[in-house]
């Protein structure tokens, strides 16, 4: 049964920083899309970054130049480096994986931006 476990989430006041990290519990995980994802509120999730299996990356426009995904294959992880953190940025952070049907999430971790 895959797993991807998030951590990392916390308090931060404006213009702080985090790091996310999602361990993950899958067969081949190099051939895995990464992504990060992020539910504020009353809101739809969105698609906040993710990574290819080829290290490609892709980034919201509300947060390209802030956050940096990467990954490790050795340590089947994914990391959201976050930095200029804005109000605007709270939200639970979900990561996923994704590889042809498969597809899985993990439960989240709250990040919130307040002073």
């Known amino acids: 049964q895959a797993q991807l476990v998030e951590s990392g989430g916390g308090l931060v006041q404006p213009g702080g920083s985090l790091r996310l990290s999602c361990a993950a519990s899958v067969s081949f995980f190099r051939m895995y899309t990464m992504d990060w994802y992020r539910q504020a509120p009353g809101k739809q999730r969105e698609l906040v970054a993710n990574i290819t299996s080829g290290g490609s990356t892709n980034y919201a426009g509300s947060v390209k130049g802030r956050f940096t995904i990467s990954r490790d294959n050795a340590k089947n992880t994914v990391y959201l480096e976050m930095n200029s953190l804005k109000p605007e940025d709270t939200a639970v952070y979900y990561c996923?994986?994704?590889?042809?049907?498969?597809?899985?999430w993990g439960q989240g971790t709250q990040v919130t931006v307040s002073s």
């Open positions: 996923n994986a994704a590889w042809i049907a498969r597809s899985y």
